[in-house]
T-cell receptor
C-alpha cells in the first residue's frame, strides 16, 4: 500500500464549477500537508499548506485536513481554464515530502 | 518568491554517456537541496537529499554510484547520471530549501525540471 493515495483522474469540469481533489494517507506521523500545482513539463509550485486538522482558505482555494480519517482535500471555487494542471498532494512528518500521484484537471471554457 | 533554476531544461544523450544537471537557487542560499525523479503520469519520487559541504543522503533503491550529487556551494547542486541507459529517461526536478526553515517545508522551492532522454 502506498503511503499517499491520490486518484490520477483525469478530471474534466466546465468553467465555473467547484472542483474537489482528495488524498488519503496511511502514516499517522505526517504533520504537514501541502498541495502543489504542476503545469505540463514544469516543476511543481506550492499552492497551500496546512499543519493541523481543519480548513484553510486562500482566495478560490480551500484546503481541508481530517487527521482522524487520514484524508485531505483541496477545493477550487469558480474554476478557470487556467486552473487546468496536475494537482499533487504532499505530506511530511520526517523532513521529507511524500507526494501523491497527482490528479490531472482540465477546466473547459 | 524564491527562484530555483535548472540547466539544461532538456537533454538527449546516447546510452553509456554521462549527463550533468545543474540546480541553482537564484536569490537565496540553500543549505539543503533535494533531487526528485518523475516518470510520466507518476508522482515525484525523492532520490536524494543534498546538504552543502557534505555527502548526499540517498533514498532506498537509488544507486549513489550511478547518480552522483555534488553540493559544492550554497547556491548550486549538481546531479550527474553516469553511464546513462534508456531506463534512466525521466523528468528530474530539484528543489531548494531556505536555511533556518527546516521545520517549514513550505519554503522548499522547486526548479522547472530537466527532461532526460537516453537513446
Amino acid at each position: 500500500q502506498k503511503e499517499v493515495e491520490q486518484d490520477p483522474g483525469p478530471l474534466s469540469v466546465p468553467e465555473g464549477a467547484i472542483v474537489s481533489l482528495n488524498c488519503t494517507y496511511s502514516n499517522s506521523a505526517f504533520q504537514y500537508f501541502m498541495w502543489y500545482r504542476q503545469y505540463s513539463r514544469k516543476g511543481p509550485e506550492l499552492l497551500m499548506y496546512t499543519y493541523s486538522s481543519g480548513n484553510k482558505e486562500d482566495g478560490r482555494f480551500t484546503a481541508q485536513v481530517d487527521k482522524s480519517s487520514k484524508y485531505i482535500s483541496l477545493f477550487i471555487r469558480d474554476s478557470q481554464p487556467s486552473d487546468s494542471a496536475t494537482y499533487l498532494c504532499a505530506m511530511s512528518g520526517g523532513g521529507k515530502l511524500i507526494f501523491g500521484q497527482g490528479t490531472e484537471l482540465s477546466v473547459k471554457p | 518568491g524564491a527562484v530555483v533554476s535548472q540547466h539544461p531544461s532538456w537533454v538527449i544523450c546516447k546510452s553509456g554517456t554521462s549527463v550533468k544537471i545543474e540546480c541553482r537557487s537564484l536569490d537565496f542560499q540553500a543549505t539543503t537541496m533535494f533531487w526528485y525523479r518523475q516518470f510520466p503520469k507518476q508522482s515525484l519520487m525523492l532520490m536524494a537529499t543534498s546538504n552543502e559541504g557534505s555527502k548526499a543522503t540517498y533514498e532506498q533503491g537509488v544507486e549513489k554510484d550511478k547518480f552522483l550529487i555534488n553540493h559544492a556551494s550554497l547556491t548550486l547542486s549538481t546531479l550527474t547520471v553516469t553511464s546513462a541507459h534508456p531506463e534512466d529517461s525521466s523528468f528530474y526536478i530539484c528543489s531548494a530549501r531556505e536555511p533556518g526553515t527546516s521545520g517549514r517545508l513550505e519554503t522548499q522551492y522547486f526548479g522547472p525540471g530537466t527532461r532526460l532522454l537516453v537513446l
